[in-house]
């Protein structure tokens, strides 16, 4: 009796073990009118028991060969014509269609019988024929480099140009127009300030603009590329995008507003994307998970660019203001993209026209931060300059009366008998120190101010203060021997009227000496001052109040024609 339960019960475990092991099989070989399913396999001989999955979710490339299969009993698209999917590289497609009365019509395609999109980033290949209406559309498809392939496939009518697309391309294009123009404002910034993250932002700028004319399928309008070569363009503007963009926000952002840790790593961004780039394109035994690394690569990029703005907004950058405002909805984009590629969502949410707009808003906000740094580096530049001219000014300007001083006579001598200031006179007051010592520093120099009013400097006359009582006074034009002595004799009206509580009239002597450019050419400043400083000694020893002159004809002091001037 016990024998026969055992019996009875492994009997029911084989039929039970059986069962299972038909029951997937002829799941396996039923297919769903309308349904739309996937499957891997190891070679092509082996997709006929290949293992298929009808959900629209887990989209495997882990096998050489994909496979899909989309069941058309019941649809209102029972005659296809052609197949499309996004861009996304492959080495062959073998299609073959079902037809309602079992006959098969097969056709094997490789990326160089791809049709591109012109507003959109997708690409086409024409059904074989057939005729009648049709069953079902088997796709193999030999190593595809992204699930996106499988993903995105389907079955569909030619399209058409409608005014749909038209418009498409027509925004496309105009974005396109809006990321030319910062190129031209940052080409005049930098003749102005030569600064790097002006240049940076011209390459970032160059790179969304290529990004966004090759992903919007604009490009194909223009250019006859092959698959290879737009992949290749769109990943590589891509990541240069990211790159530049990085260095600069390294670059613009003012400096103690952000940490040198965090400015390194955002200039050292590219040793991590471009070799996950070279995997990505390459992929070889990589190929089921390059697609994994690639995003994952960027998940340190969003938080370096994330932890920067952070850090430099709590310093209190102003510019990353604008790189905040720039940045969020890119950072929004490809966050979103980066967790639907790995596994958050059925498929890779690939956002094309939303990264279209991100780019441009990046690009019009962070040219606003370009031009509120230019600015600001601007007015810093010019505020500094005029420091600087105001220090230069102040160490060759008298600052007691505001007249030149010696400094800058010396240095400028050459040049001004050049102009034709060719005469000289040396001033100094006559018993200054009583002055001085009478009613004080402070009368005395009201006293100095008042006699540089008297000496009146114009555009023929420059007027210098040595130091103490002493003046110079350079002349070119007509009769300076009458317009130096007018000068003098003032200096007594002037005092005398700016310095009332004096009690005695305020003179001067003075030595002028005239050498025009012909008769001593090489004569230097202290050459001339020692002669005009010796004719004011013959003055003050002849009684002072007076003008001892010399007109210089030719290099011989003998020769020299001199005539003394009484008060």
């Given at each position: 009796m016990g024998r026969k339960w055992v019996n009875l019960c492994a009997g029911l475990l084989v039929a039970v073990l059986l069962f299972a092991?038909?029951?997937?099989?002829?799941?396996?070989?039923?297919?769903?009118?309308?349904?739309?399913?996937?499957?891997?396999?190891?070679?092509?001989?082996?997709?006929?028991?290949?293992?298929?999955?009808?959900?629209?979710?887990?989209?495997?490339?882990?096998?050489?060969?994909?496979l899909m299969r989309f069941d058309l009993r019941g649809t209102d698209n029972r005659q296809p014509e052609v197949l499309t999917s996004r861009l996304v590289k492959f080495i062959a497609m073998q299609v073959t269609v079902i037809g309602s009365d079992g006959r098969k019509s097969s056709a094997t395609y490789r990326s160089q019988d791809a049709k591109?999109?012109?507003?959109?980033?997708?690409?086409?290949?024409?059904?074989?024929?057939?005729?009648?209406?049709?069953?079902?559309?088997?796709?193999?498809?030999?190593?595809?480099?992204?699930?996106?392939?499988?993903?995105s496939l389907a079955v569909a009518k030619t399209p058409t140009d409608t005014p749909q697309s038209l418009r498409m391309e027509l925004m496309i294009a105009m974005m396109c127009g809006v990321l030319l123009v910062p190129l031209v404002f940052n080409f005049a910034f930098f003749r102005v300030l030569r600064e790097r993250f002006l240049l940076w932002h011209v390459v970032a700028v160059l790179f969304m603009l290529t990004q966004t004319f090759v992903t919007s399928g604009l490009?194909?309008?223009?250019?006859?590329?092959?698959?290879?070569?737009?992949?290749?363009?769109?990943?590589?503007?891509?990541?240069?995008?990211?790159?530049?963009?990085?260095?600069?926000?390294?670059?613009?952002?003012?400096?103690?507003?952000?940490?040198?840790?965090?400015?390194?790593?955002?200039?050292?961004i590219g040793l991590l994307i471009l070799p996950v780039q070279l995997?990505?394109?390459?992929?070889?035994?990589?190929?089921?998970?390059?697609?994994?690394?690639?995003?994952?690569?960027?998940?340190?990029?969003?938080?370096?660019?994330?932890?920067?703005?952070?850090?430099?907004?709590?310093?209190?950058?102003?510019?990353?203001?604008?790189?905040?405002?720039?940045?969020?909805?890119?950072?929004?984009?490809?966050?979103?993209r980066i967790v639907s590629a790995l596994g958050a969502t059925d498929a890779l949410l690939t956002l094309q026209l939303h990264q279209h707009i991100a780019i441009t808003l990046e690009v019009v906000i962070t040219s606003l931060g370009v031009a509120d740094r230019f600015m600001v580096l601007k007015r810093q530049r010019d505020r500094a300059y005029e420091e600087s001219r105001t220090f230069e000014t102040l160490a060759e300007r008298d600052p007691l009366t505001g007249l030149m001083n010696r400094r800058l006579i010396e240095n400028r001598f050459e040049a001004l008998r050049a102009e034709?200031?060719?005469?000289?006179?040396?001033?100094?007051?006559?018993?200054?120190?009583?002055?001085n010592d009478t009613y004080g520093h402070g009368v005395g120099d009201d006293v100095l101010r008042a006699v540089a009013k008297a000496l009146q400097p114009d555009a023929e006359t420059l007027v210098v203060r040595l130091g103490g009582e002493e003046f110079l006074v350079l002349l070119k034009g007509d009769d300076p021997l009458r317009r130096a002595e007018q000068r003098r004799q003032a200096i007594t009206t002037r005092v005398a009227h700016d310095v009332p509580e004096l009690s005695s009239p305020v003179t001067a002597s003075m030595g002028l000496v005239e050498i025009p450019g012909d008769a001593i050419p090489d004569a230097d400043f202290a050459l001339i001052y020692e002669r005009a400083d010796r004719l004011l000694y013959e003055a003050k020893e002849a009684g002072r109040n007076r003008t001892v002159s010399e007109r210089m004809k030719v290099f011989k002091p003998r020769k020299a024609d001199r005539r003394r001037v009484a008060a």
């Open positions: 092991g038909a029951a997937p099989a002829r799941a396996q070989a039923e297919f769903a009118p309308g349904s739309t399913c996937h499957a891997t396999a190891q070679t092509p001989a082996s997709a006929a028991s290949a293992r298929w999955n009808c959900e629209q979710r887990d989209w495997s490339i882990d096998e050489p060969y994909a591109f999109g012109t507003s959109d980033w997708v690409m086409q290949f024409d059904l074989p024929a057939y005729d009648g209406p049709a069953d079902a559309i088997l796709v193999e498809i030999d190593r595809p480099a992204r699930p996106l392939l499988l993903s490009v194909n309008r223009f250019f006859d590329f092959s698959l290879e070569t737009l992949v290749l363009l769109a990943v590589t503007t891509f990541n240069g995008a990211i790159i530049s963009a990085a260095m600069v926000a390294a670059n613009i952002i003012e400096p103690g507003k952000l940490d040198a840790w965090h400015r390194n790593l955002l200039r050292s995997v990505y394109l390459d992929m070889g035994d990589l190929r089921p998970f390059a697609s994994d690394i690639y995003y994952i690569s960027f998940i340190p990029v969003v938080l370096l660019y994330v932890s920067t703005l952070w850090i430099a907004a709590r310093r209190g950058s102003r510019v990353v203001w604008f790189q905040i405002v720039a940045w969020t909805p890119l950072l929004a984009v490809g966050s979103t034709g200031f060719t005469s000289l006179a040396a001033v100094d007051l006559d018993h200054f120190k009583d002055i």
